[in-house]
Nanobody, 127 residues
Framework: QLQLVESGGGLVQPGGSLRLSCAAS????????VGWFRQAPGKEREGVSC????????NYADSVKGRFTISRDNDKNTVYLQMNSLKPEDTAIYYC????????????????????WGQGTQVTVSS
């Protein structure tokens, strides 16, 4: 069974940083666009950031532009989300997802088009 596993979540104070990782098992992420999504209690799921299979295209939600950076290391079969200047409103469960390489980052982040989803990791920003 193909799996995506998120890690790196936790509790951080406002203004702090976290780096989330999304690792794939039983398949290579090289041929997939990968995205990070989040869902806070009582809110709809939001596309946070997505990256193309080649890494040449990225997409960010307006709420995280300038603070979050998505990257991928295909040798390690892992995609990262570096989150800086965290705010309480960033508190949510963060999920990674993978979509066939022909999926655009816009389609993935805006329409939530994905073939595989991880189980999520909790991020809590609080003093």
């Amino acid at each position: 069974q193909l799996q995506l596993v998120e890690s790196g979540g936790g509790l951080v104070q406002p203004g702090g940083s976290l780096r989330l990782s999304c690792a794939a098992s039983r398949f290579t992420l090289n041929y997939y666009a990968v995205g990070w999504f989040r869902q806070a209690p009582g809110k709809e799921r939001e596309g946070v950031s997505c990256i193309s299979a080649s890494g040449g295209s990225t997409n960010y939600a307006d709420s995280v532009k300038g603070r979050f950076t998505i990257s991928r290391d295909n040798d390690k079969n892992t995609v990262y989300l570096q989150m800086n200047s965290l705010k309480p409103e960033d508190t949510a469960i963060y999920y990674c997802a993978a979509a066939h390489l022909m999926t655009t980052v816009q389609a993935m982040c805006v329409n939530h088009q994905a073939d595989y989803w991880g189980q999520g990791t909790q991020v809590t920003v609080s003093s």
